[in-house]
């Protein structure tokens, strides 16, 4: 199966330069519906479900290649060869494709020309100074959870990760997201995700890089974005106004005018 069959690709637009999204777990390339389209105007738009994801071949799912971030990141950058083979792109990653998106930047840093990071986290665990916004065992106790029921926790816990009280329509879809995706899959994700940790790698990436943190996000606080443009060697932070950890459905505007923002700069 081609890369582009394993990672249900599709491009959209026609411009000079190339934009590649990457979802967050629970969720697929629609996530990107209501901000995608607007960058297709000025650019070549990728999207893609990470392996275990959205309509992705769940065949191509390895549980050992998939024990780390960096199985992903390899395939971003399969991807990105697939795609974009002519000139680097600009990467976009939610939550833990972010920190996938940081790992396929520093593994071939000529692949990709800048990143966007929304509501990203190197790390979910509380640790000395650093506050990620969770003790060891409250992950412990979510994915022991996730574990034993995974449709429950995800009915109880999509809203709250939503945010968006205003717009409860939004938080039914990502139950319904997060409940569409595998659970045995779903539940080894989580672990990998919820105790990753690439505090270290962060420096490494030298690329332009745009954080996107919201004002209050259950999962990644703001001392977290913080923490990023003080390690990242070329880190902007921008908060929105946004209760929630995907202000690209609930602020969809808010995001994309600082996603333009910092395009246009990389071009001065």
């Known amino acids: 199966m081609s890369v582009l069959q394993r990672n249900n690709v599709r491009v959209i637009g ?18 990107w519906r209501l901000i995608a389209p607007s960058f297709a105007e000025s650019h070549r738009v990728v999207l893609f479900d990470l392996v275990g994801s959205g309509k992705s071949d769940l065949a191509a799912y390895d549980f050992d290649k998939y024990s780390s971030l960096q199985g992903y990141a390899d395939d971003v950058l399969e991807v990105i060869d697939a ?60 994915l022991e959870t996730m574990e034993g ?3 429950g926790w995800a009915s109880n816990m999509a809203p709250a990760i939503m945010g968006s009280t205003q717009q409860p329509e939004l938080a039914v879809e990502l139950t319904n997201s997060f409940c569409r995706t595998d659970p045995e ?12 940790d690439n505090r270290a790698d962060v420096p490494k990436l030298a690329a332009p890089t745009l954080i996107l943190q919201c004002h209050d996000d259950l999962i990644a606080p703001v001392s977290v974005g913080e923490y990023l443009q003080r390690e990242l060697p070329n880190g902007t932070l921008r908060l929105i106004q946004n209760v929630g950890h995907c202000p ?9 005018d600082a996603m333009v923002e910092f395009i246009a700069a990389l071009d001065t």
């Not at 026609?14 to 996530?31: L, S």
């Not at 899959?185 to 990753?196: D, E, G, K, P, Q």
Request: net charge negative; glycine share 10%; aromatic share 8%.
């Open 14 to 31: 026609d411009g000079p330069d190339t934009m590649v999204f990457a979802h967050g777990f629970g969720c697929d390339q629609n996530m």
């Open 83 to 142: 795609t974009s083979a002519d000139k680097p792109v600009i990467f976009v990653g939610h939550s833990v494709s972010a920190m996938i998106g940081l790992l396929a930047g520093i593994k071939s840093p000529e692949r990709i020309d800048a990143h966007v990071m929304v509501g990203p986290s190197p790390c979910y665990i509380n640790d000395g100074d650093y506050v990620g916004g969770f003790s060891r065992a409250d992950i412990e106790s979510l």
């Open 149 to 151: 029921n995974y449709l």
């Open 185 to 196: 899959i779903a539940t080894h994700f989580a672990r990998v995700t919820f105790l990753s």
């Open 248 to 256: 690209h459905l609930s602020s969809p505007g808010a995001c994309a």
